[in-house]
Every structure is written in structure tokens, then in C-alpha cells.
């Protein structure tokens, strides 16, 4: 195959964009197999980089985990439990930009942890600012190993129909959770953890006029069982799949 044919190709393949994060944005990036990259193509989208040309070369985005969402985003309390040293409000409004111009564009998303916390915030909702230390032996991380635990998916939901499961096992490591009197416009859960107290997925109630977009408190990028996993597997292959059809 000669170098035009090779550029022509390359020019074909659809970008997903993955936002930079400082914590583990390596797994985000190798989560892509070789054979997914047959198809598509990743772009880092960085808030150190500010490379806001890049956003608009994507025809999906990864919104990745990482540093709490800084709390005026959501007129929460400055001062709480467990708090991070500094925030990243440059990022915040880096991210801002994505999520904005991928509902203009109704290009697909994908949030993780963080990631789907500020969905929900840029939709109007708050969050749970701490889980507390002793009350959250379920979900937060200890020594950098991810907890794992048990999930409920609910009914007539996109995340049901993706991962064709009503339960499972996802791994997690935050502190933070979305409210759930304080869920984001046009948002509703598509998943609980098993006492149905944390909010482990929201999806987009009314999808008229929507692009594809899941959102999940979860790591499925860095599950010790990805390659088999439905809340790993199926949810990557949705995904890239409707990055596929994006027409633009």
C-alpha cells in the first residue's frame, strides 16, 4: 500500500478524543486494542495543552476520571472531608468545552468517575462532596487498588441494553458521588450499587434529538476482568461502535 493510499486511510478513521487527566490517564489510552484501532483514532485532549483546535476534530469523547470537580462549579462547600490539596478549575472548564460542543454536535460520550460527576454538575446537579472515610470502605481506594463490589442496573435503560446484564461486579475508587436529590437535567440513574445508596450510572431520560452518551462511577478501562467484563467489554464496543456512525 503506497504513502497516499496510507494518508487517505488515516484521514477516514474517526477520532475519539480522551480528556487528560494527571491520575492514571495511561489506562484510558491502552484500554484501546490494536484491532480497535483499525478504525479509530485517540487524540489527547489536555487542559495543560489547552489544545481547544483538537476538540473539534473529534467525533467522540472520553470525559476520564481524576481530581475533584472544583465546587464552585456547583455552589458547593469550599471546606469538606478529604478534600484535595488543589483543584483543577483550569480542567473544569477545559472539560466545559468538550461536553458543550459534544451536545451541540451530538457526538457520542463516555464519562468515568469523575467524568460522570461533571456531567451531572454541567447539567445542574450537585454532588455527595465526601462518602467519609469509615462510611466508605465499599468504594474508595486503598493502597492505589481499586475496591470491587456489586451493582444493580435498572430497567429500560441504555446501560441495561448495552451490557445485557441486571447485575454484576465493577470496580471503583472515589470518595465523591453524584446527589441523588440533586440529579442533573434531563439525566435519570441507570445503576445503583447493591444497597442503593450510590449512584453507579446516569444516562439521558428523554434521548430525542441526543447523542449516545453513558456515564458510570466505575473504571472499566482499568477492570482486572475488561476483556470479559459486559461493564467493560460491551460498554468500549457500544461506544466505538457509535463513534462509527457519527456522520461528521
Given at each position: 500500500?503506497?504513502?497516499?493510499?496510507?494518508?487517505k486511510k488515516n484521514r477516514m478513521k474517526k477520532k475519539i478524543g480522551i480528556s487528560?487527566?494527571?491520575?492514571?490517564?495511561?489506562?484510558?489510552?491502552?484500554?484501546?486494542?490494536?484491532?480497535?484501532?483499525?478504525?479509530?483514532?485517540?487524540?489527547?485532549?489536555?487542559?495543560?495543552?489547552?489544545?481547544?483546535?483538537?476538540?473539534?476534530?473529534?467525533?467522540?469523547?472520553?470525559?476520564?476520571?481524576?481530581?475533584?470537580?472544583?465546587?464552585?462549579?456547583?455552589?458547593?462547600?469550599?471546606?469538606?472531608?478529604?478534600?484535595?490539596?488543589?483543584?483543577?478549575?483550569?480542567?473544569?472548564?477545559?472539560?466545559?468545552?468538550?461536553?458543550?460542543?459534544?451536545?451541540?454536535s451530538k457526538s457520542p460520550v463516555l464519562g468515568i468517575c469523575r467524568g460522570m460527576?461533571?456531567?451531572?454538575?454541567?447539567?445542574?446537579?450537585?454532588?455527595?462532596?465526601?462518602?467519609?472515610?469509615?462510611?466508605?470502605?465499599?468504594?474508595?481506594?486503598?493502597?492505589?487498588?481499586?475496591?470491587?463490589?456489586?451493582?444493580?442496573?435498572?430497567?429500560?435503560?441504555?446501560?441495561?441494553?448495552?451490557?445485557?446484564?441486571?447485575?454484576?461486579?465493577?470496580?471503583?475508587?472515589?470518595?465523591?458521588?453524584?446527589?441523588?436529590?440533586?440529579?442533573?437535567?434531563?439525566?435519570?440513574?441507570?445503576?445503583?450499587?447493591?444497597?442503593?445508596?450510590?449512584?453507579?450510572?446516569?444516562?439521558?431520560?428523554?434521548?430525542?434529538?441526543?447523542?449516545?452518551?453513558?456515564?458510570?462511577?466505575?473504571?472499566?478501562?482499568?477492570?482486572?476482568?475488561?476483556?470479559?467484563?459486559?461493564?467493560?467489554?460491551?460498554?468500549?464496543?457500544?461506544?466505538?461502535?457509535?463513534?462509527?456512525?457519527?456522520?461528521?
Open positions: 500500500m503506497d504513502l497516499g493510499v496510507n494518508l487528560f487527566t494527571k491520575t492514571n490517564f495511561k489506562y484510558y489510552w491502552n484500554w484501546f486494542t490494536p484491532e480497535d484501532l483499525q478504525d479509530v483514532e485517540l487524540i489527547k485532549l489536555s487542559f495543560e495543552e489547552n489544545n481547544v483546535e483538537d476538540i473539534y476534530k473529534c467525533n467522540g469523547f472520553i470525559l476520564t476520571g481524576g481530581v475533584d470537580v472544583d465546587p464552585s462549579f456547583y455552589d458547593g462547600a469550599m471546606k469538606y472531608k478529604n478534600r484535595p490539596g488543589t483543584f483543577q478549575p483550569d480542567r473544569d472548564h477545559f472539560e466545559e468545552k468538550i461536553y458543550r460542543h459534544s451536545q451541540q460527576q461533571l456531567v451531572n454538575v454541567l447539567e445542574g446537579g450537585k454532588l455527595i462532596q465526601d462518602l467519609d472515610i469509615a462510611g466508605n470502605k465499599k468504594h474508595r481506594d486503598e493502597k492505589s487498588m481499586d475496591k470491587e463490589h456489586y451493582i444493580i442496573t435498572e430497567d429500560d435503560t441504555l446501560l441495561y441494553q448495552v451490557t445485557a446484564s441486571d447485575s454484576g461486579y465493577v470496580n471503583s475508587a472515589h470518595h465523591q458521588a453524584i446527589d441523588p436529590l440533586a440529579i442533573g437535567n434531563n439525566l435519570k440513574v441507570n445503576a445503583y450499587d447493591d444497597d442503593k445508596k450510590i449512584i453507579e450510572g446516569i444516562e439521558f431520560n428523554d434521548k430525542t434529538n441526543k447523542g449516545f452518551m453513558l456515564c458510570v462511577q466505575w473504571h472499566p478501562e482499568r477492570m482486572k476482568d475488561k476483556e470479559k467484563n459486559p461493564f467493560s467489554k460491551n460498554i468500549k464496543n457500544k461506544f466505538i461502535s457509535e463513534v462509527k456512525e457519527v456522520s461528521n
